[in-house]
């Protein structure tokens, strides 16, 4: 590991006792100690009980390549190009728009334990404290330019929503354009980028990232309300290699087809999933409000809004939907 080696050896949430984790990894105890301190810049909490040694309490699930894989289906196995799961990264987006500048071919897909520079929409910050969350993006190329991509963020919402209905997690629902919702609060959100011709061959990186087990500690600087799945599951939330696997089984043939497609067959399940359907709602845009009721979306995924003026189409970019108080 980057920062310690000791996080494989105290991610089965069992006790180890200093000498045993020496012994282990051929350090001397001062080495040990002083890598169990650094944990505490992962954003993990290590419990030390005299006499017992040292554990993380609950333990974590680290990524790993075969228990991803053998989950996948057979559609999405051969459209997988490449899986990276890396420890620490500044943004999984950021990795594979590196890759897609040095030639990475589509089906690229990188994950990773944690990121140093996470982000979302509108240059948010993504907080990404390590092993507890899933940071995912993936690769594909199109050769219709940018138009033909329009909804696409809302697909991969639906996906994400399949997926984990897949895994047992239901009552979920989106918020136009990126969110996933759970119980009111955000549980995840998409985030698109784009390299290439935006009026021809292009590469989009679908970046999506899910609240498994969010330390509260780390969560002080989320601005709204949040929820992650070890709440919404009565802390038994679905292995986070299970969930890797569960959502690219779903955005692996999604990329593929969309270009196809387009947004059509994904319009009436956004619809039925719509958290603010028929609601009083703001839109935000810099400086920028805009009131009206929102009354789903159009063939290509525009919001409609309903105001004094009558129904008019809103599309995404850096604007930002809120319930009207």
């Not at 920062?3 to 105290?10: A, I, K, S």
């Not at 040990?32 to 419990?47: A, F, P, T």
């Not at 997988?80 to 589509?106: C, K």
């Not at 498994?212 to 939330?237: E, H």
Request: net charge neutral.
């Amino acid at each position: 590991m980057p920062n310690t080696t000791l996080v494989p050896l105290l991610a089965d949430g069992e006790f180890h006792s200093g000498q045993a984790l020496a012994d282990a990894l051929g350090l001397s105890r001062t080495a040990i100690w002083k890598q169990l301190n650094r944990l505490q810049s992962l954003g993990l909490e290590v419990e030390s009980v005299k006499g017992r040694g040292y554990r993380i309490p609950g333990g974590i699930e680290l990524l790993d390549q075969s228990r991803t894989r053998d989950r996948l289906e057979p559609h999405a196995r051969q459209l997988l190009h490449e899986l990276q799961l890396l420890e620490t990264v500044d943004s999984t987006n950021a990795e594979v728009l590196r890759r897609i500048a040095a030639g990475s071919a589509p089906g690229l897909v990188c994950s990773a334990e944690q990121q140093t520079a996470g982000r979302g929409r509108r240059g948010r910050q993504w907080v990404s404290p390590f092993a507890r969350n899933i940071y995912l993006s993936l690769c594909w190329e199109y050769h219709q330019g940018a138009t033909a991509l329009e909804g696409l963020s809302l697909a991969v919402g639906v996906a994400v929503v399949r997926a984990l209905r897949g895994l047992g997690v239901d009552g979920l629902q989106l918020k136009w354009p990126n969110d996933v919702l759970a119980q009111g609060a955000k549980l995840g959100g998409v985030l698109l980028e784009m390299a290439g011709d935006a009026a021809g061959r292009c590469q989009v990186v679908i970046g999506v990232g899910i609240n498994v087990a969010m330390p509260p500690a780390a969560a002080n600087t989320i601005d709204q309300a949040w929820i992650d799945l070890t709440r919404l599951c009565d802390g038994s939330p679905p292995g986070r290699n299970a969930l890797l696997a569960a959502l690219l089984n779903e955005l692996l043939p999604l990329a593929a087809s969309f270009g196809d497609t387009g947004f059509a067959p994904w319009r009436a399940p956004w619809i039925a999933l719509d958290a603010y359907a028929d609601t009083p709602v703001v839109l935000h845009s810099g400086e920028q409000r805009q009131a009206g009721v929102a009354r789903g979306v159009d063939e290509r995924g525009a919001l409609l809004l309903e105001t004094t003026t009558g129904v008019q189409p809103v599309y995404g970019g850096e604007i930002s939907l809120r319930a009207a108080s």
